[in-house]
């Protein structure tokens, strides 16, 4: 069983900047990352990914302006969130997958709200 544990959300300004964190209590080096997020009444969305080995996938609506990234030594991936806007606001949520199994693993979710 894999658990993450995501930080960082809160509530800013448009045009402002967060950073997520994700704590992973599995190897990450053995793990494909990424970030989701859901605003209400929307279905769950893919905002960016990133392989074992660094290659990184970004949704259109976040090009340029969030960068997803992750050290192994601490288990940890991140989402860089710059020039944000209202329609960022939604619960973010981390997951992974190990490279040997199917499994998805999610966290808790945090709140991100873009005030403009």
């Known amino acids: 069983q894999v658990q993450l544990v995501e930080s960082g959300g809160g509530l800013v300004q448009a045009g402002g900047s967060l950073r997520l964190s994700c704590a992973s209590s599995e190897i990450i080096a053995r793990m494909n990352m990424g970030w989701y997020r859901q605003a209400p009444g929307n279905q769950r969305e893919l905002v960016a990914t990133?392989?074992?080995?660094?290659?990184?996938n970004y949704a259109d609506s976040v090009k340029g302006r969030f960068t997803i990234s992750r050290d192994n030594a601490k288990n940890t991936v991140y989402l860089q969130m710059n020039s944000l806007k209202s329609e960022d606001t939604a619960v973010y949520y981390c997951?992974?997958?190990?490279?040997?199994?199917?499994?998805?693993?999610w966290g808790q979710g945090t709140q991100v709200t873009v005030s403009s």
């Open positions: 997951n992974g997958q190990r490279f040997w199994e199917p499994t998805n693993y």
């Open positions: 990133i392989t074992s080995v660094g290659t990184t």
